[in-house]
């Protein structure tokens, strides 16, 4: 229980982290951050790394936002997981104990995101807005700067 509390809290924290670049001024925030700007909590971070969990986050997001048109997620719901996404809440769950390797310890764990009840008017529509404008400029800067960029495009196609 207490690896298991420890993963979720540091889930949550990187998701928070990431997250500021799907809000308003995210946008800005990301340009500045790739630019090598310092942002708050962003001590010991790595840019690169970050960028490629932006990627990775781009695409659930993306995913999300897209769920009541495809009928995978009744709206309500797609909204609902989307807010909690954005405010690093998630249910996680250790599925088996963690394994020992030549790098650390491997741990399978379920991931999920709490629903918020609360919920913001529109917000797939504006996440999906931002999105799609965060995306353009990733492409632009993280194409030549970032290699863990074109590994999580090539594992998402």
């Known amino acids: 229980m207490e690896l298991e509390d420890r993963l979720v809290d540091f889930v949550g924290s990187e998701i928070r982290f990431l997250s500021q670049f799907f809000e308003?001024?995210?946008?800005?925030d990301y340009?500045?951050?790739r630019q090598g700007?310092?942002?708050?909590?962003?001590e010991?971070?790595?840019r690169n790394k970050d960028a490629g969990l932006v990627e990775s986050m781009w695409?659930?997001?993306d995913a999300l936002c897209k769920a009541?048109?495809?009928?995978?997620m009744r709206a309500g719901e797609?909204?609902?997981k989307l807010q909690a996404l954005l405010r690093g809440k998630i249910k996680f769950t250790v599925l088996c104990a963690p394994e020992r390797d030549a790098h650390g310890a491997v741990v399978t764990a379920e991931v999920d995101f709490a629903v918020e009840l609360d919920l913001e008017d529109k917000i797939a529509d504006r996440a999906d807005e931002r999105l799609q404008r965060l995306r353009k400029v990733?492409?632009?800067?993280?194409?030549?700067?970032?290699?863990?960029?074109?590994?999580?495009?090539?594992?998402?196609?």
Not at 37 to 42: F, N, P, Q, R
């Open 59 to 61: 695409h659930v997001v």
């Open 78 to 80: 797609a909204d609902a």
């Open 31 to 33: 340009i500045a951050y």
């Open 24 to 28: 308003h001024d995210g946008l800005r």
């Open 138 to 157: 990733m492409n632009d800067m993280d194409k030549k700067d970032c290699p863990l960029i074109e590994r999580c495009r090539r594992r998402a196609l």
């Open 44 to 46: 010991g971070r790595d």
């Open 37 to 42: 700007k310092s942002l708050e909590d962003d």
């Open 68 to 72: 009541e048109f495809t009928g995978s």
